[in-house]
């Protein structure tokens, strides 16, 4: 059964801590995408990665990092320094590096406590 | 820098009216461009999409899109919504197609409740 999965469905974190959230896809898509969901403000790119051990900043990656290890891989980490940590991050992923169609995850809900 | 603009940021509907969203985009060059929806806990899914050719698109579940170049729009349609079309959606843009970036960028949503 193909598709993307993110883990876990909810994570809770503590002011001062560093999260992981977890992102696999099994479609053997070459790029991978972070993004960002607020109520009222859509979907913002965190980061992108079109190939493995290569990634790029979107347009919020302050406080965030990430690593492509692997092609089927991108977790992405939510530092101590990004001040508003508390949203919705859905994980996507393309067949190719322009113009194709993205697919997402289910998302994780990150909540600090 | 690009953006998406969606009009209307709620709406609510009676089953069997039509519908219309809209979305504009500031961008110039060639673009690729998608409608997302995001039902109720669920994943977001790709609606419809517009990459070239008839400016007329059909999509999933009676959706339909038209691309009028000239008003930088792409604004999604729809005859006569059921209950189950309740979901937030979502247009987005690919600038700057054919280059190295496949980043897309997307409007601030449109929620759809459409009532019974």
């Known amino acids: 059964d193909g598709g993307i999965t993110q883990s876990p469905k909810y994570l809770f974190r503590k002011e001062g801590q560093n999260v992981t959230l977890s992102c696999e896809q099994n479609l053997n898509h070459d790029a991978m995408y972070w993004y960002r969901q607020d109520p009222g403000q859509g979907l913002r790119l965190i980061y992108y990665?079109?190939?493995?051990?290569?990634?790029q900043k979107g347009d919020i990656a302050e406080g965030y990092s990430v690593s492509r290890e692997k092609k089927e891989s991108f977790p992405l980490t939510v530092t101590s320094a990004q001040k508003n940590p508390t949203a919705f991050y859905l994980c996507a992923s393309s067949p190719r590096r322009g113009g194709e169609t993205q697919y997402f995850g289910p998302g994780t809900r990150l909540l600090v406590l | 820098a690009q953006s998406v603009s969606q009009h209307n940021h709620h709406v609510i509907l009676s089953e069997a009216a039509s519908l219309e969203l809209g979305c504009n985009y500031s961008y110039g060059g060639t673009v690729n461009l998608f409608w997302y929806v995001q039902y109720p806990g669920q994943h977001l899914q790709l609606l419809l999409k517009?990459?070239?050719?008839?400016?007329l698109v059909k999509g999933i579940k009676g959706f339909e899109a038209e691309f009028i170049k000239s008003k930088f729009s792409f604004n999604l349609r729809k005859p006569s919504v059921q209950w189950s079309d309740t979901a937030e959606y979502f247009c987005?843009?690919?600038?700057?197609?054919?280059?190295?970036?496949?980043?897309?960028?997307f409007g601030t949503g449109t929620l759809l409740a459409v009532q019974p």
């Open positions: 987005a843009v690919n600038a700057g197609y054919g280059g190295a970036t496949n980043k897309l960028i």
């Open positions: 990665s079109q190939i493995v051990n290569d990634f």
């Open positions: 517009y990459f070239s050719g008839d400016p």
